[in-house]
Each structure stands twice: as C-alpha cells, then as structure tokens.
C-alpha cells in the first residue's frame, strides 16, 4: 500500500564508504516496500559505544562496502508492502536488527549493525537484501523485526519519550534473558559481567528489580557500575574487578550468593 503523503524520491543518509573512515552524508534513493517488508520514517536511533569499532574495521565485524549503518531504531510506518496484514501507514514501530533468514533459521545477521553473519548464505543475505540501515531518513525494514508499538500507552499515558523508545530494544533481550531462568521476586541476580550493552540493560535495575530481584553487578569498568548503583541503591550492590583476588573479595557479612546467574 503506497503512502498517502508521497515518499520523496531521494532522502539522506550516513553512508560508510570505507573502513576507518568517517560516514558521508549523502542523497540516495527513498527504497520502496516489497513483499515481507515495510517503509519506515526514522524518528530516533540508537548510536551505541560499539559503533566505532564496528566501523572502524578492526575486529571480528565483517559486512561489504558500501553500507548504511544503524540498527535499533524507532519510526512510523511510512508505506507497506502488498502482503502486509496488521501494520498500518502512521503506525509508531520499533525496528530491532537481529535478522534471521526466512527459509533458514540457522541463517542470522546483526542488520545495519555492522555484522553480516558467520556463513556465506548470511553474506549473501546482508548484501543482496539487507544492507542497508536506520542511520537514513527512511529505511525498508523486514515485517518480523518492526515490532507495533502503542503509543498512546507509552507517550501519552507513560510519558516517554521517542528515543527513549529505542532501549526497548535492548532491554526486552535482557528481559528475555531473565524469563529464561525463571528470575523471582526476593532472589539476588549476578551479572557477571555487568557493563555492556545487554548485561547492564540486566544489572541496571530496570529489568531485573522490576521483578523484585536484587542485583550484584560484576565488572572492570567501576563508574558504569557506580551508575548502575546510583540508580538504584537498595536494590543494586557492585564489585569491581581489578585482577587482585584480595581486592576482588567481598565483604564476608554479606556474600555473593546469588539464586540465578546470567553469564
């Protein structure tokens, strides 16, 4: 279904030419919806800690040249594709990058996230079909990751705010993590460690003391954990990791024993 307000021919975008270098603003193309997929407005994007050294070149990510990056995002449904059944044009969504192949679930990729997946049927996958992401005034994202969101319970009723909408993204992997091993209200967490992206979305409190748990975060990185503590005080106790084991000890009136671990 085509848009009521015409999409412009051409939108801008951060365009990563070559590895190391720094993103080019340019005109491109508006992409179009296709089957499995929809049009969405970029309104807010997540520019994690991560990015530099995704685009930097240097480490284990991999993905061709050119690309647009960008992953976890929030936006409105700008045009559907003709099997879309449920999401409308205006529709408030948050996009979130793990990509699976629809053929193939063992077929995965981190899409506009830097990451073209570990075998050649996800490289093929990232460059023919997916490469490009949210950093862009539109983006043409996949039907299973743009996820409808209920904006007048969130903005209206709840108070947040569009780029706050964006952590969703992070914290329901966290969530997620704290269904898996049955978390309870009254049990002590230890995230080990605590200071990354999807662990502090755990330890921060958020997530974890929501369900009533109280939280030990592990890490190396003592003014991260310091925030996670300032956040919540009686509910978040830290160690810092310094690779002395006598400075690594904790206090013995009240050991770490925690009832459920994620590692």
């Known amino acids: 279904?085509?848009?009521?307000?015409?999409l412009p021919a051409a939108i801008?975008?951060?365009v990563l030419?070559?590895?190391?270098?720094p993103l080019v603003l340019k005109d491109v193309p508006t992409p179009e919806p296709t089957l499995g997929s929809v049009v969405v407005q970029v309104l807010a994007s997540a520019v994690d800690k991560n990015v530099q050294l995704i685009l930097s070149g240097v480490g284990p990510f991999t993905y061709p040249l050119p690309f647009v990056p960008g992953g976890r995002s929030v936006g409105r449904v700008a045009a559907t594709g003709p099997d879309t059944t449920s999401l409308a044009v205006g529709?408030?969504?948050l996009v979130e990058p793990w990509l699976f192949a629809r053929d193939n679930p063992e077929v995965w990729l981190m899409w506009g996230g830097g990451f073209e997946g570990a075998?050649?049927?996800?490289?093929?996958?990232?460059a023919d079909a997916w490469r490009d992401g949210a950093y862009t005034e539109?983006?043409?994202?996949?039907?299973?990751?743009a996820w409808p969101l209920n904006e007048h319970r969130l903005c209206n009723e709840l108070r947040y705010t569009i780029?706050?909408?964006v952590q969703l993204a992070t914290d329901l992997v966290a969530?997620?993590?704290l269904q898996s091993i049955d978390l309870r209200a009254g049990e002590r967490l230890a995230v080990v460690p605590a200071t990354g992206i999807f662990s502090a979305a755990t330890g921060r409190g958020g997530d974890s003391s929501a369900l009533g748990a109280r939280v030990v975060a592990v890490g190396r990185k003592e003014k991260v954990l310091q925030t996670l503590k300032d956040a919540h005080p009686n509910l978040v106790k830290t160690v810092t990791r310094t690779g002395e084991r006598s400075r690594n000890r904790h206090d013995r009136t009240d050991p770490i024993r925690p009832d459920r671990r994620i590692h």
């Open 119 to 126: 075998s050649r049927a996800a490289k093929k996958l990232f």
């Open 1 to 6: 279904m085509a848009s009521p307000n015409p």
């Open 175 to 177: 969530f997620g993590g």
């Open 91 to 93: 529709q408030l969504v």
């Open 12 to 14: 801008k975008a951060l």
């Open 163 to 165: 780029p706050d909408l």
């Open 17 to 21: 030419e070559t590895k190391g270098s």
């Open 138 to 145: 539109y983006i043409r994202a996949p039907l299973e990751n």
